[in-house]
């Protein structure tokens, strides 16, 4: 996550860049519009109006910069950040654009003309095909969850969307032609339309097909206690794709790259052991319950890697504690392997919550960490213990993180993965701690 993670000067100088980047994008072509001639005023709420239907323009073109993941731009954020990001300026932009409308509605009737559809000129009848996109494909996404649209449904109803809005918009802007004189002024604009709609070209269209090029076969389908899978994967090419330990990839399965059915997962297994690549996943919604009868011989394509929940960023740390909630073990694994390759002898605490004993992922190889290469230590905690259970009971809490905390161990630095609500409730007790932001990494498992 962006300020908990920015541990390095280099990142925090790389996200002000990005951050500055990004206004530039959205201020400087409005800035444009007020330099050299311009249309006689039309009065303050006329200007204003304008004003925020160009800013919502931009801001809208440069959402897809946001979801388009390059790597750079996501590194110093992480990408989750990068998507909440996205979602709340979305609605600021939605708000100009309600704003837009409403002021010229208002203050300036006649300009809006008739809404009757029939004989509406092109002009606002592209801007009302603008609102009437804007305004499903914001209400779709805050309500997805309540009115239960199934993910992949709504992820390519978003694009098909966002395109439409686009569009629309522009043609709007650009038919209405206002600021838009002399001719440079529109071939900028012109230029920034193009720009954005080259994003989707890239993502939709030329990104897949490279994905093509490289594909991956399942080896492997190992069943993992509590509802999960281990899919093991081998470049059909290799070598397989560089990661380092804890990043995660976009992983289509049964599906074309073009198909936007790509899913994030962790890797769970190691560089250290290069040849193939591995996922774990738990059975949680339509696309991971089917991961059980995926078999060996199918086609994979992976876009990695991604995310920036990693160790080797930190080699500084004195020690090293994780928490992982269920599958968040995922990416955790992956780094406990790697630093077990790499004889790495720094005191490890991994704290492991799970409802039940037989429902711990890797519960023998962790054992067998702790009892060779690594100075490990495992916590396991329980909601549902059994009977006889001596150990940790329910959430991870300050009081449990004290127990087994070594008192050096601010200066340790920190990896939580799991659920959201876990996530927020250790990040509580790590400060109350006295744990530092820059030492605590989080990697949420939702992105919408
Ligand atoms: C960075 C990251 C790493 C992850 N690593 C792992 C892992 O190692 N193991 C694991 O089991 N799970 C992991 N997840 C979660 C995993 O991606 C979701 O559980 C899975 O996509 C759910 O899909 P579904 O169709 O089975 O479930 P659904 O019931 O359809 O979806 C459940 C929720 O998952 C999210 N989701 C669904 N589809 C997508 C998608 N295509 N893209 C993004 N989000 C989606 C949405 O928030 C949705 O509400 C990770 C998620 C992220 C963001």
């Known amino acids: 996550m962006l300020m908990t993670t920015a541990a ?33 005023a039309g009065g303050f709420w006329w200007d204003f109006a304008l004003a925020i239907g160009y800013a919502a323009l931009a801001m809208i073109g440069v959402q897809f910069a946001l979801t388009a993941r390059f790597k750079h731009a996501t590194a110093p954020f992480g990408i989750d950040i990068v998507y909440y990001f996205h979602r709340y300026l979305a609605t600021i932009a939605f708000v100009f654009v309600l704003a837009h409308v409403a002021i010229l509605f208002v203050r300036y009737r006649p300009t809006v003309g008739s809404l009757d559809p029939r004989g509406m000129p092109f002009a606002l009848g592209s801007g009302w095909v603008a609102l009437i996109a804007f305004v499903a494909l914001v209400g779709s996404s805050l309500f997805r969850k309540p009115l239960r649209i199934e993910y992949d449904r709504w992820r390519r109803w978003h694009v098909a969307l966002a395109v439409i809005g686009l569009a629309a918009a522009v043609a709007h802007v650009f038919a209405i032609g206002s600021y838009l004189e002399p001719l440079w002024k529109a071939v900028v604009w012109g230029g920034l339309a193009a720009a954005w709609f080259g994003l989707v070209v890239w993502v939709r269209a030329i990104r897949p097909w490279r994905l093509t090029r490289d594909p991956y076969r399942v080896t492997e389908v190992r069943r993992e206690p509590g509802r999960s899978w281990t899919l093991r994967l081998e470049p059909e090419r290799p070598p397989e794709v560089a990661y380092r330990p804890g990043q995660f990839a976009w992983l289509t399965l049964r599906a074309s790259p073009w ?81 077990a390759d790499r004889g790495d002898r720094r005191t490890i605490v991994l704290f492991y919550g799970n409802r039940r004993w037989d429902r711990i992922v890797a519960r023998d190889e962790l054992d067998a960490l702790a009892a060779g290469p690594l100075d490990l230590r495992v916590v396991h905690a329980l909601t549902e213990p059994p009977e006889d259970w001596t150990g940790e009971r329910g959430f991870v809490t300050l009081e449990m993180l004290k127990r087994h905390l070594p008192a050096d161990a601010t200066r340790f630095d920190y990896f939580v993965c799991g659920p959201t609500p876990m996530i927020r409730l250790v990040e509580r007790s790590l400060r109350r701690l006295g744990v530092p932001f820059a030492r605590m990494h989080s990697e949420i498992f939702d992105l919408a």
């Not at 951050?19 to 201020?27: E, G, P, S």
């Not at 160790?311 to 992956?334: E, H, N, Q, W, Y």
């Open 8 to 40: 390095s000067r280099h990142t925090r100088r790389d996200a002000i860049l990005w951050i500055a980047l990004y206004l530039a994008a959205i201020v400087g072509p409005m800035a444009l519009l007020l330099v050299g001639e311009r249309p006689r």
């Open 259 to 339: 198909a936007m059915r790509e899913h994030p997962f962790s890797f769970s297994s190691t560089p250290t052991r290069p040849g193939a690549i591995e996922f774990t996943v738990k059975e949680l919604g339509d696309f991971t319950r089917t991961i059980g009868t995926v078999r060996p011989g199918e086609r994979a394509y992976v876009d990695a890697p991604y995310g920036h929940f990693e160790i080797d960023r930190f080699a500084d740390a004195d020690g090293l504690v994780f928490v992982a909630g269920g599958v968040g073990i995922a990416p955790i694994l992956s780094m406990l392997r790697a630093l």
